[in-house]
């Protein structure tokens, strides 16, 4: 039923809008009885407390973007009653029951308080909410103007990127030009309240003097009578107009100063005053200490003071409460979450490096315990960096109750590759072959390289430096092996990403050299794989420009990864052999040509590269006198010096069995290096 009375208002809203301001400028000309006169004071009362109730519970001022019509139109229906009533004042001196009453209630007897009463109510409209809210919309109304050119541009830009439609963009300008609009309007309408209110008091002053020279000339009243009915009268019609105008202009205030919320004025000044607790409690203990001050009326300040403790007690019991409702119900949404099978994808995502500890290391790793284990990891990759040119990943560092309370373990890609035992108020000293006095300590293994060694508490440190052993920390234990692990497995940890990277940090500076060679040579899966078999033999790989040119020069001849790695081998011999060269000298054991031959015939040429396929017998027995050459000469470094074309078989044959062997090809060693060759393996 309402939604129909609101459609048929809806449907004719412009006929009535027409006829009611037609009515209300007929109003000013034709007289109007007294009792109608009652009925139209009473709808100009209802309608203004409507329009501040309205303007209270409004969002935003574009909510009631009709408003300074609206202004227009109540100040102007309120003039035609101010003519009315006072047209029944001089001509009747009945102008109807609601003035007489509004003037006896507030006048009470004494006209002298009535008047300051009534210029009261007026000044409070004109000069502090007329005047008040004028400056405001003067000002919104150019801010808004000056904030027009920045507020397109930035719809411009949001359309541009795509950030918005065009659709939205329309709406987005046309709420602009409204706010502008609306804002401009405000400007001018505050000038008609302004208007009424000095109306207002010219009005009530024609009305006394007129009416006391109309009583005492016209109906022969006597001074006190005339003085007394018109003076009446005139405080009660001035009454019945500027209270309406106070609730109008106070509209106009609220408005005008409302900012865009998605909640209304109470709600937010709800929220706003009343939200911190400690603030009540603190100006109810502020009260009550007042209402302690000699002379002060007790009761009203202890009254006061306890109701904002009483608030400020239910509010926190009410944050309270809220907060647990909040988490119970997080608690909830995250076990509705783990349920859906699509929380289960951020469990199959593998960490490159990770580190785990027991909970006794805890303390290594935690910064606020002393512990500089993150730093030492930072040193850890900045070195990589340097020495490989490889860009080591974040390493993950997680505490693992089911781990010994001492044991750590280091994982590439989810899998295990190193585990050791630490004692954490102990240091370990380990043989380095210059011991001179045995001591005691609980013996262990030295978990980078498996030396034998001693764990040993803080007092026998310095005995232990002084009879010959190295002496390290825990912590440099664990740095060690993580760093021997990163070496060990840096193949593992470059992944296409990472080759990316490389080639987005070499293309700002080389651009050339890398838009030769990718895509139109090689991928990056193919680059990768170069680098990493020479990651694999421990190559660094930092030099990369040189590394990109020779694949630029040798792809086009050939895309086999294994062939493309000898060729950069042989561009990098400097690199690849001076970690083994002592003294320009570089000593090493060949292979007799019997084995070269040997060698090559098992060599097969796959899609997957090179295979080789040797008779299990004849590769034990190569194993065999490796060894026995290896231990029998006491190089300085495991280096076997072969032809090139065997170079990457002999590496594959041997990197299980004799990891440690190094392979080097004869157009690797440099000009500058001499040879020594002290054994062939026959």
């Known amino acids: ?64 973007a009709a408003f300074p019509s609206l202004l227009l139109i109540i100040t102007l229906f309120r003039l035609s009653l101010n003519v009315s009533s006072t047209r029944l004042i001089l001509l009747t001196g009945n102008p109807g029951r609601i003035i007489q009453a509004f003037g006896n209630f507030v006048v009470g007897g004494n006209y002298v308080v009535g008047f300051v009463i009534f210029l009261i109510l007026v000044v409070v409209q004109f000069v502090v909410i007329t005047k008040g809210s004028e400056r405001v919309a003067e000002v919104a109304a150019r801010f808004t103007l000056d904030a027009m050119p920045g507020k397109q541009m930035s719809i411009d830009a949001d359309l541009n990127s795509g950030l918005i439609s065009e659709a939205e963009a329309r709406h987005r300008r046309m709420q602009i030009a409204r706010e502008a609009d609306f804002y401009g309007a405000m400007d001018g309408a505050s000038k008609f309240v302004k208007g009424d209110a000095i109306a207002g008091i010219i009005i009530t002053i024609i009305n006394v003097l007129g009416g006391f020279a109309i009583g005492m000339f016209q109906k022969g009243l006597d001074f006190t009578t005339a003085l007394t009915r018109y003076t009446l009268l005139s405080i009660g019609d001035g009454l019945v107009s500027q209270i309406p105008a106070l609730l109008v202009s106070t509209a106009m205030g609220i408005i005008i100063t409302r900012a865009a919320s998605e909640n209304n004025l109470g709600q937010d000044l709800t929220s706003q005053l009343f939200s911190q607790y400690k603030v009540l409690a603190t100006a109810g203990a502020v009260i009550i200490l007042m209402g302690l001050v000699p002379g002060m009326p007790t009761i009203p300040f202890f009254v006061i003071g306890f109701l904002f403790i009483g608030l400020a007690v239910g509010m926190f019991r009410s944050q309270k409460e809220a907060e647990l409702t909040e988490d119970e119900t997080l608690e909830q949404q995250q076990i509705e979450e783990s349920r859906k099978p699509e929380s289960l994808i951020s469990l199959l995502q593998i960490d490159p490096i990770e580190l785990e500890i027991g909970y006794s ?3 290594l790793v935690d910064e606020s315990q002393g512990g500089d284990m993150l730093e030492r990891i930072s040193m850890i990759r900045r070195q990589a960096a340097l020495d490989l040119g490889l860009l080591v990943p974040v390493i993950r560092i997680r505490d693992n109750l089911q781990l010994n309370p001492d044991q750590y373990v280091i994982k590439i890609k989810g899998v295990q590759v190193g585990r050791g035992e630490l004692m954490v108020n102990h240091y370990l000293a380990m043989d380095a072959g210059g011991v001179t006095e045995t001591i005691s300590g609980i013996p262990t293994k030295e978990p980078a390289f498996g030396l034998d060694a001693l764990w040993v508490d803080g007092s026998q440190r310095e005995r232990a430096e002084y009879a010959g052993y190295t002496v390290v920390d825990p912590p440099a234990v664990l740095a060690t092996h993580l760093t021997e692990i990163i070496r060990e497995h840096a193949h593992e940890l470059l992944g296409r990403q990472e080759v990316q990277t490389l080639l987005d940090g070499v293309r700002s500076d080389y651009p050339a050299v890398v838009e030769e060679l990718v895509p139109d040579l090689l991928t990056i899966g193919e680059i990768q794989k170069v680098l990493q078999n020479l990651l694999r033999e421990g190559v660094p790989i930092r030099n990369f420009i040189t590394i990109l040119e020779t694949l630029a020069d040798t792809a086009a001849i050939t895309r086999d990864t294994d062939y493309l790695t000898e060729y950069v081998r042989e561009a990098l011999g400097r690199q690849v052999t001076q970690g083994y060269v002592e003294n320009g000298q570089l000593t090493v054991l060949t292979l007799s040509p019997q084995w070269e031959e040997e060698i090559a ?3 097969d040429h796959t899609e997957r590269g090179i295979t080789v396929t040797m008779d299990p017998r004849q590769l034990q027995e190569l194993y065999r006198q490796l060894g026995e050459s290896l231990e029998r000469h006491m190089l300085p470094y495991p280096i076997v010096l072969v032809a090139p074309q065997i170079r990457m078989a002999l590496k594959r044959l041997t990197e299980r069995a004799i990891p440690r062997l190094v392979v080097l090809s004869y157009n690797e060693i440099s000009p500058d290096d001499q040879v020594q060759v002290i054994g062939t393996v026959n």
């Open 361 to 363: 290391l805890i303390p």
């Open 1 to 64: 039923m309402a939604r129909n009375i609101t459609s048929n208002l809806g449907r004719y809203s412009d006929l009535y809008v027409v006829l009611a301001i037609v009515t209300i400028i007929i109003m000013m000309v034709l007289p109007l009885p007294a009792f109608l006169l009652d009925v139209l004071l009473a709808a100009n009362i209802s309608l203004s407390l409507l329009i501040l109730l309205i303007t209270m519970s409004i969002r935003e001022p574009l909510e009631v």
């Open 601 to 603: 015939a098992s060599i």
